[in-house]
């Protein structure tokens, strides 16, 4: 195998774990992948001799396409300066482009390579390129390329070899793709068996491509065919069955394997067989959904005595997620203290916002206000990553459920109140929505601080076109109509019904959109205009015309509610029509998110709104 090391580029991988749930297993080892990530943000090179000096390209790769933009400038000035750049660099920047997805950059590259003096594509080149046409699911393409090497073709005289087929191989296990990754095994085979027996890695990778179908139970029976082969397994191989008994829901074969892996270093005296993080998370994931709490202690205990690893922050998020599923919200607290109080020395285990959401969660349920409070002040300032609305959100709502269940009842009031100013509106699904709907029956109608109004004189359940205005009543506009020749109606209406020549409503002109007296009406009327049924309910018509603050609404007859050239509207329900009700200024009428806006119960006098 070849390493990234002193400028330079080859073939490995990583074991890898994270995500939302923090237990996906994703590559493999440094001995046991294809051509790994080297990208722009992970190498510096240098070209020509020692004398030509260094060029950092770490700070360019940002990202796809604009990274290598920046990449392609410098090397373009390197060649300027020296006239030419080895095979090292120009395998470090190929390099860069397939791990920043950019295929169409990393052929041009490769071409250009192929037909130059000062460089020549190798091994590495090969490996590199068919590696990306495999992640860019090119795979057409990457198996020209390999028959071109298998057939003596390919410039460069590059050999098959294992390290070549690895990248493609995989790039389709990363995809799914067992299909094509079992063609590739059938076809070249026999380069692994040259180079000695199946390699274990081709194991842990088909173990890994099983587990991205969702076949989990598959994964395990190919060790049997590893262990038939006479390939003991690595630790890497241990992380993925782990990974796949979790998956299919069998924690005891988990636990299993996990004692068995650890036989194995004391066995073997080898430090590389010991779980890791990804192994412990695993299992946390796993004593998380089972809710064993005893597991979760056991891990926990061996984690710490561990000399063969440091916990990192994704290994400690698993614990305290699974403490927190178990019911240890004190243990929680205490890892959480333990985190925090490491993080002082170490930044990479600064908390991500996940991890003060799960506890604010937690204790908001338990109705500890100030210590949710704490978590929702120091959220800004120690935790690492990016805070978004959705988690600002969240946060402030869990401090209005935490005063409700510790029942400050007039806390939770104010800080409804400035969670409804902040976000414009609750949704019903959110926590806070739902501590919202459990305050306002506490408070009753007489300090309801979702503001119902009542209706005596309209029953919210009655069809829509007992409370309409006949559409005839509105004098509607002819879309042909120039702006000028009935602007003066707008000086009494907000808002009116656009025709054609057949009496279909084809939109709605607003007084704000009259911008132009030369127009005709139809160049600035508003289509298609907001539609409902004669039989839709009044309460879901007022319900409309709050959430989405509509000034008209069109009512037309189910028969013509979908026709292709217009609807014949009988009737028109307004804001200033539901202002009248309420008896209060249209400026003035409650506009609220779609999900806040509630009904209460109805009193047998008279309808609630």
């Given amino acids: 195998m070849f390493s990234v090391q002193g400028g330079a580029i080859g073939h490995?991988?990583?074991?890898?774990y994270g995500g939302a749930d923090h237990c996906s297993v994703d590559h493999c080892s440094v001995d046991h992948c294809s051509v790994d990530h080297c990208g722009t943000?992970?190498?510096?090179?240098?070209?020509?001799?020692?004398?030509?000096?260094?060029?950092?390209?770490?700070?360019?790769?940002?990202?796809?396409g604009?990274?290598?933009?920046?990449?392609?400038?410098?090397?373009?000035?390197?060649k300027r300066r020296y006239g030419g750049l080895n095979t090292i660099v120009m395998n470090a920047v190929l390099e860069a482009c397939v791990h920043c997805g950019d295929i169409e950059s990393a052929l041009k590259l490769f071409d250009e390579m192929s037909n130059s003096r000062s460089c020549r594509v190798d091994d590495v080149s090969y490996g590199t390129l068919i590696k990306g046409l495999g992640k860019a699911r090119r795979i057409d393409e990457a198996f020209q390329f390999l028959e071109a090497v298998e057939q003596g073709d390919a410039v460069g005289n590059p050999k098959l070899s294992v390290p070549l087929l690895?990248?493609?191989l995989n790039a389709l296990v990363d995809a799914g793709d067992l299909r094509r990754a079992s063609g590739l095994l059938a076809r070249y085979g026999y380069v692994f068996h040259e180079s000695g027996s199946p390699s274990i890695v081709i194991y842990n990778l088909l173990m890994k491509g099983y587990i991205n179908i969702g076949s989990p139970e598959a994964a395990l029976t190919v060790r049997d065919e590893m262990l038939r082969q006479g390939l003991k397994p690595d630790k890497f191989s241990y992380n993925i069955l782990i990974h796949a008994a979790v998956k299919r829901g069998t924690l005891d074969a988990a636990i299993e394997l996990w004692d068995e892996m650890k036989e194995a270093a004391l066995e073997y005296n080898s430090y590389d067989l010991f779980?890791?993080?990804?192994?412990?998370t695993t299992l946390l994931k796993g004593a998380q959904l089972t809710k064993d709490l005893n597991l979760v202690g056991k891990i926990l205990n061996e984690m710490k005595a561990s000399q063969a690893m440091s916990v990192d922050r994704i290994a400690y998020t698993a614990l305290l997620d699974a403490?927190?599923?178990c019911g240890s919200i004190d243990g929680a607290l205490c890892i959480f203290g333990e985190i925090t109080k490491k993080a002082g020395n170490k930044s990479s285990l600064r908390p991500k916002p996940h991890l003060y959401l799960s506890l604010m969660r937690a204790l908001a349920d338990r109705g500890d206000l100030m210590t949710v409070k704490n978590l929702h002040n120091r959220m800004w300032?120690?935790?690492?990553?990016?805070?978004?609305?959705?988690?600002?959100?969240?946060a402030d709502h869990l401090l209005m459920e935490a005063a409700l269940n510790g029942g400050q009842v007039e806390v939770a009031v104010k800080i409804l109140s400035d969670v409804n100013a902040r976000w414009k509106g609750l949704s019903w699904t959110s926590s806070g929505g739902l501590a919202a709907i459990r305050l306002e029956a506490l408070l009753g109608l007489d300090r309801s601080i979702l503001n119902p109004y009542f209706l005596p004189q309209v029953s919210v359940n009655d069809p829509v076109e007992k409370i309409m205005i006949p559409f005839e009543e509105t004098n509607p506009l002819q879309a042909d109509l120039e702006l000028s020749k009935v602007m003066m109606r707008f000086l009494k209406e907000s808002v009116l019904p656009v025709i054609d020549d057949w009496g279909n409503c084809l939109g709605l002109l607003h007084r704000e959109d009259c911008t132009d007296l030369n127009l005709p009406v139809s160049a600035m009327m508003r289509s298609p205009p907001p539609y409902v049924t004669a039989s839709t309910s009044a309460g879901r018509v007022i319900d409309l015309i709050?959430?989405?603050?509509?000034?008209?609404v069109i009512v037309v007859n189910q028969s013509n509610m979908y026709s292709s050239y217009g609807s014949r509207a009988i009737g028109v329900f307004t804001l200033d029509q539901l202002s009248k009700l309420m008896d209060m200024p249209a400026s003035k009428l409650p506009w609220h998110s779609t999900s806040l806006f509630v009904r209460p119960f109805k009193p047998p006098s008279h309808d609630v709104l």
């Fill in 12 to 16: 490995g991988g990583t074991l890898g």
């Fill in 41 to 64: 943000g992970h190498v510096g090179v240098g070209y020509g001799d020692a004398d030509n000096g260094y060029v950092d390209l770490r700070s360019n790769g940002a990202g796809k």
């Fill in 66 to 78: 604009k990274g290598n933009c920046c990449v392609f400038e410098e090397i373009e000035i390197a």
């Fill in 166 to 168: 690895h990248g493609l």
């Fill in 275 to 280: 779980p890791d993080n990804v192994t412990y």
């Fill in 323 to 325: 403490l927190l599923s």
């Fill in 381 to 394: 300032v120690d935790c690492s990553g990016t805070i978004t609305s959705a988690i600002q959100e969240e």
């Fill in 546 to 552: 709050l959430e989405k603050r509509y000034k008209m």
